[in-house]
Nanobody
Framework: QVQLVESGGGLVQAGGSLRLSCAAS????????MGWYRQAPGKQRELVAI???????VYADSVKGRFTISRDNFKNTVSLQMNSLNPEDTAVYYC???????????WGQGTQVTVSS
């Protein structure tokens, strides 16, 4: 089992920046994809950005050019640099990982990001 612990998030004005970080612990040897999802009030959870073990990123169209995902396979961490934030980015952000050879996935507890206009 893998535990994901997020840090970062908070309140920022529109146009500002925040950085989210996530550290994995436990059965880390099978970790495959790592990344971030978010869920705004009344909406479904959606993909923000994910990254393969080889460093290939995938971004939601809504964040392309503004958010940057990075990953450290040695430290088992994944980060999300969020720039040019707007109120539509307000959501709970969840760290995510899946595992080689299985359909299982792990989620962090979530961290709130609030962007004021």
């Amino acid at each position: 089992q893998v535990q994901l612990v997020e840090s970062g998030g908070g309140l920022v004005q529109a146009g500002g920046s925040l950085r989210l970080s996530c550290a994995a612990s436990g059965d880390i040897f099978r970790i495959n994809i790592m990344g971030w999802y978010r869920q705004a009030p009344g909406k479904q959870r959606e993909l923000v950005a994910i990254m393969s073990p080889g460093g290939i990123p995938v971004y939601a169209d809504s964040v392309k050019g503004r958010f940057t995902i990075s990953r450290d396979n040695f430290k088992n961490t994944v980060s999300l640099q969020m720039n040019s934030l707007n109120p539509e980015d307000t959501a709970v952000y969840y760290c995510y990982s899946n595992f080689m050879g299985t359909l299982r996935a792990s989620w962090g507890q979530g961290t709130q990001v609030t962007v004021s206009s």
